[in-house]
């Protein structure tokens, strides 16, 4: 079993900043991806960026130049910095570790509890 703890939403004005973290926990032999997704209301659950265990990003292409995913390998955490926000990224943020929890090449997926964002006009 894997936990992830998500922290670092809240509210902020149109043009402001947050950092969003996701930190993984439990029974890791090591991390293939991470990423966040978000949830606005009335709407399907999209991507918003990953990372993957040697480096690489990718992101959706509303938030690329405003978002940078980042990750510490030796704490198993995933960061999401929200520059230049906009009322349209309000949405329940999520983040997703993919995982393997041995040697075998059997790939597990988590989910975290979710974390909101609301940037106000």
């Known amino acids: 079993q894997v936990q992830l703890v998500e922290s670092g939403g809240g509210l902020v004005q149109a043009g402001g900043s947050l950092r969003l973290s996701c930190a993984a926990s439990g029974s890791i032999f090591s991390i293939n991806f991470m990423g966040w997704y978000r949830q606005a209301p009335g709407k399907q659950r999209e991507l918003v960026a990953t990372?993957?265990?040697?480096?690489?990003?990718n992101y959706a292409d509303s938030v690329k130049g405003r978002f940078t995913i980042s990750r510490d390998n030796a704490k198993n955490t995933v960061y999401l910095q929200m520059n230049s926000l906009k009322p349209e990224d309000t949405a329940v943020y999520y983040c997703?570790?993919?995982?393997?929890?041995?040697?075998?090449?059997?790939?597990?997926?988590?989910w975290g509890q979710g974390t909101q964002v609301t940037v106000s006009s």
């Open positions: 990372i993957t265990s040697g480096g690489s990003t």
């Open positions: 997703n570790v993919g995982y393997f929890k041995s040697p075998l090449p059997i790939r597990y997926d988590s």
